[in-house]
């Protein structure tokens, strides 16, 4: 049965009146954000912004969960250290009070009578004991109502000295509202089965209209340009820093003071650049892999040995580098490199050592491609990004071409990534590096704009370890944010019952933890999400009936529709990190300057303000986390209609990946309404 007009402009109507409500609810959650909403100033704890010097000690007011909550158990934290030298003041007699600042507004609110002095208002105090951290004394807390609350501070005796009367300090703090269905998951949550209604719609109306072609406009026309990119000294100019960096990094991390926190190498590492990088894959594709000093060594190794052996044929491909990435994503969480100094040193030293001698062993960039345990990440970010190196025409390069722009001569060395730049469709092995211009005689390569994401529906090429990836990846972060809850450990200890006493009795509780929440990672993101994809596959073949592609096939096509789902969560993720914890290494650069050159910056600042406050911070998560979906069902549809028939069944067929997606995003809305634990313990 054919599409009429009708339907068409039914769908035009339908998709026109889903970016009308996506609009009006991106105002409505931005004013929201903007005069409160559910997160309003709920964290002003968070980040050490309440100290007090008192006596040669510094008080510090910390909360968890981030922000606290109503009807949950929170903890209200004081932090006490000797000023100047840090070491946590042990043994001391604390007691903290709280009450809600309505009570205290009403009893200085008279006209007739002064305003009370802070000491003058009544707050019921309890000892607080020294729990887990040296120096951190706690209160449990499980608040009755949300707003501002008078937290009150008294101190009897710290390190060996008594005060009488005790020491009397007042802080604030916020209380949010509940966590779970709130009023902002049940908006999100409604928003994407909105969207997720009219992409299926969009999908069987839409099917037989024809596809669009642009020519844009060649960049490297502009004459300056395509002499920087191929100037010889382009490459070092962007390694020689990088290297010279992570040398500084590494030294730091060796020999500088082995406090996370403080230490400028797990700063810049894990704080700066782990979380920044993601967004220039998004926006310039691999360029970082030009830079990155891992790559260099790499490079310069097989430039230097000369090695004629190839990567073994078996491994050319991304099984080896997704295991290495999970390994290392599970190092992290159970060793805890980034708030070590010197973890993140040896990580830097082991690194560098492998990347030389794969260098030495087998051709160009082996490391990068097969190796590296971020190859995969960033080869599939990279091809959503609007930057593409291609071959400009290439009928031109079929009637002359002698492969310079592979092999390399005296102007280029040839692509680095095994690459034939007259093949290439797509951004997942393409450095950004320009040896394919330098070296092509007929200066047919083009440095162009397109569409975000386009290379996910366009390139002819589809893997089954790509779409593995694609799978697992929103795994991983869904997995990581569900992790960082403070209900996570609650979910721990219940698995963990599973273990038969006989068996947990010869183990420590943190042995067996470990292995119930390493269990959870790996199944959780090696097999369920992958499983679940299956069955989405295998549903669309069921659907479709006589024309099923099969479930292998279907579901290495398909597959990739996941992948902004998973950036998404990722960006969401670490959008968290730069904004709250980035403003940290600044006074941790004036400490390393100050240690280590005659040069004196100042006095390092360590209660810094984040850079966003928590619930405009939130806000930017949901939406990242919405608009990935959004992105999801257009590269989806995009790929149903190149995998199959324009037919209304191959409508029908996308819907069991839709909801799929839909599922996927619904999931991670959830967590990131959940109270969250510390993210960064650095």
């Given at each position: 049965?054919?599409?009429?007009?009708?339907?068409?402009?039914?769908?035009?109507?339908?998709?026109?009146?889903?970016?009308?409500?996506?609009?009006?609810?991106?105002?409505?959650?931005?004013?929201?954000?903007?005069?409160?909403?559910?997160?309003?100033?709920?964290?002003?704890?968070?980040?050490?912004?309440?100290?007090?010097?008192?006596?040669?000690?510094?008080?510090?007011?910390?909360?968890?969960?981030?922000?606290?909550?109503?009807?949950?158990?929170?903890?209200?934290?004081?932090?006490?250290?000797?000023?100047?030298?840090?070491?946590?003041?042990?043994?001391?007699?604390?007691?903290?009070?709280?009450?809600?600042?309505?009570?205290?507004?009403?009893?200085?609110?008279?006209?007739?009578?002064?305003?009370?002095?802070?000491?003058?208002?009544?707050?019921?105090?309890?000892?607080?004991?020294?729990?887990?951290?040296?120096?951190?004394?706690?209160?449990?807390?499980?608040?009755?109502?949300?707003?501002?609350?008078?937290?009150?501070?008294?101190?009897?005796?710290?390190?060996?000295?008594?005060?009488?009367?005790?020491?009397?300090?007042?802080?604030?703090?916020?209380?949010?509202?509940?966590?779970?269905?709130?009023?902002?998951?049940?908006?999100?949550?409604?928003?994407?089965?909105?969207?997720?209604?009219?992409?299926?719609?969009?999908?069987?109306?839409?099917?037989?209209?024809?596809?669009?072609?642009?020519?844009?406009?060649?960049?490297?026309?502009?004459?300056?340009?395509?002499?920087?990119?191929?100037?010889?000294?382009?490459?070092?100019?962007?390694?020689?820093?990088?290297?010279?960096?992570?040398?500084?990094?590494?030294?730091?991390?060796?020999?500088?003071?082995?406090?996370?926190?403080?230490?400028l190498a797990t700063k810049l590492t894990w704080i700066l650049w782990w979380p920044g990088i993601i967004f220039t894959f998004i926006l310039v594709g691999r360029l970082w892999c030009v830079m990155c000093p891992f790559g260099a060594l790499n490079e310069w190794a097989a430039n230097l040995f000369r090695p004629a052996r190839l990567f073994p044929k078996a491994l050319r491909n991304l099984w080896l580098a997704t295991v290495a990435f999970?390994?290392?994503?599970?190092?992290?969480?159970?060793?805890?490199?980034?708030?070590?100094?010197?973890?993140?040193?040896?990580?830097?030293?082991?690194?560098?050592?492998?990347?030389?001698?794969?260098?030495?062993?087998?051709?160009?960039?082996?490391?990068?491609?097969?190796?590296?345990?971020?190859?995969?990440?960033?080869?599939?970010?990279?091809?959503?990004?609007?930057?593409?190196?291609?071959?400009?025409?290439?009928?031109?390069?079929?009637?002359?071409?002698?492969?310079?722009?592979?092999?390399?001569?005296?102007?280029?060395?040839?692509?680095?990534?095994?690459?034939?730049?007259?093949?290439?469709?797509?951004?997942?092995?393409?450095?950004?590096?320009?040896?394919?211009?330098?070296?092509?005689?007929?200066?047919?390569?083009?440095?162009?704009?397109?569409?975000?994401?386009?290379?996910?529906?366009?390139?002819?090429?589809?893997?089954?370890?790509?779409?593995?990836?694609?799978?697992?990846?929103?795994?991983?972060?869904?997995?990581?944010?569900?992790?960082?809850?403070?209900?996570?450990?609650?979910?721990?200890?219940?698995?963990?019952?599973?273990?038969?006493?006989?068996?947990?009795?010869?183990?420590?509780?943190?042995?067996?933890?470990?292995?119930?929440?390493?269990?959870?990672?790996?199944?959780?993101?090696?097999?369920?999400?992958?499983?679940?994809?299956?069955?989405?596959?295998?549903?669309?073949?069921?659907?479709?009936?006589?024309?099923?592609?099969?479930?292998?096939?279907?579901?290495?096509?398909?597959?990739?529709?996941?992948?902004?789902?998973?950036?998404?969560?990722?960006?969401?993720?670490?959008?968290?990190?730069?904004?709250?914890?980035?403003?940290?290494?600044?006074?941790?650069?004036?400490?390393?300057?100050?240690?280590?050159?005659?040069?004196?910056?100042?006095?390092?600042?360590?209660?810094?303000?984040?850079?966003?406050?928590?619930?405009?911070?939130?806000?930017?998560?949901?939406?990242?986390?919405?608009?990935?979906?959004?992105?999801?069902?257009?590269?989806?549809?995009?790929?149903?209609?190149?995998?199959?028939?324009?037919?209304?069944?191959?409508?029908?067929?996308?819907?069991?990946?839709?909801?799929?997606?839909?599922?996927?995003?619904?999931?991670?809305?959830?967590?990131?309404?959940?109270?969250?634990?510390?993210?960064?313990?650095?």
């Open positions: 049965m054919g599409i009429n007009a009708r339907q068409v402009t039914g769908g035009g109507s339908f998709l026109g009146l889903s970016l009308i409500w996506l609009i009006l609810f991106s105002v409505f959650a931005t004013s929201l954000a903007l005069a409160g909403g559910d997160h309003a100033e709920a964290t002003p704890m968070a980040g050490g912004m309440r100290l007090m010097i008192f006596d040669g000690f510094q008080v510090e007011l910390l909360g968890l969960p981030r922000p606290l909550r109503l009807r949950a158990e929170n903890k209200i934290i004081l932090k006490i250290l000797r000023d100047g030298s840090l070491e946590p003041v042990r043994n001391g007699k604390v007691f903290i009070g709280v009450v809600p600042a309505r009570l205290l507004n009403r009893a200085s609110a008279s006209d007739k009578a002064p305003i009370p002095q802070p000491d003058m208002i009544e707050v019921p105090l309890s000892p607080a004991p020294e729990v887990v951290w040296a120096g951190s004394y706690t209160l449990t807390r499980t608040f009755s109502e949300t707003g501002p609350h008078r937290v009150r501070v008294a101190l009897a005796e710290l390190d060996g000295k008594t005060f009488n009367p005790p020491a009397v300090f007042d802080f604030e703090l916020n209380v949010a509202p509940a966590s779970g269905l709130s009023a902002g998951f049940a908006l999100f949550a409604l928003t994407a089965i909105v969207t997720a209604s009219g992409g299926i719609y969009w999908a069987i109306v839409r099917a037989r209209l024809p596809t669009r072609h642009k020519s844009p406009l060649n960049l490297l026309d502009i004459s300056w340009l395509a002499r920087f990119v191929t100037w010889k000294g382009f490459q070092p100019l962007l390694q020689i820093p990088t290297l010279i960096i992570i040398a500084v990094i590494a030294f730091l991390g060796f020999f500088d003071i082995q406090e996370g926190a403080k230490n999970l390994l290392f994503t599970w190092a992290d969480e159970q060793i805890g490199i980034i708030r070590s100094p010197q973890l993140t040193a040896w990580v830097i030293v082991i690194f560098a050592v492998l990347s030389v001698g794969i260098g030495a062993v087998f051709q160009r960039r082996s490391f990068c491609h097969y190796l590296c345990p971020i190859t995969g990440l960033v080869g599939l970010y990279s091809m959503v990004s609007p930057v593409e190196v291609r071959a400009a025409d290439r009928s031109l390069c079929q009637k002359n071409c002698r492969q310079d722009c592979y092999r390399g001569n005296e102007k280029g060395n040839g692509c680095p990534m095994f690459e034939f730049p007259m093949t290439v469709d797509r951004n997942a092995f393409c450095n950004v590096c320009f040896e394919c211009v330098r070296s092509c005689p007929s200066s047919n390569l083009a440095l162009r704009f397109r569409s975000f994401g386009k290379d996910l529906w366009a390139s002819g090429k589809r893997w089954l370890d790509e779409a593995y990836l694609s799978v697992v990846l929103v795994g991983v972060t869904t997995i990581l944010t569900a992790q960082m809850i403070t209900a996570w450990g609650g979910w721990i200890s219940g698995l963990a019952k599973g273990i038969p006493l006989s068996l947990r009795v010869l183990m420590k509780p943190v042995t067996y933890l470990t292995v119930v929440e390493s269990a959870v990672f790996f199944l959780g993101s090696l097999l369920l999400f992958p499983v679940l994809g299956l069955c989405a596959a295998w549903a669309v073949n069921r659907i479709s009936g006589e024309n099923g592609k099969g479930i292998k096939k279907t579901f290495t096509q398909l597959a990739y529709m996941f992948l902004p789902v998973g950036l998404a969560m990722h960006l969401a993720h670490n959008i968290s990190h730069l904004v709250t914890e980035g403003p940290g290494v600044m006074p941790a650069l004036q400490r390393t300057i100050a240690r280590f050159t005659p040069i004196d910056p100042g006095e390092p600042n360590w209660q810094f303000a984040p850079l966003l406050s928590a619930d405009v911070v939130y806000w930017l998560e949901m939406l990242l986390v919405l608009f990935g979906f959004v992105f999801s069902l257009i590269v989806g549809y995009r790929l149903t209609m190149s995998f199959s028939d324009r037919s209304e069944q191959t409508g029908k067929a996308f819907v069991p990946f839709v909801v799929l997606s839909l599922l996927f995003t619904l999931i991670n809305f959830y967590l990131l309404n959940q109270p969250m634990g510390a993210r960064h313990g650095a």
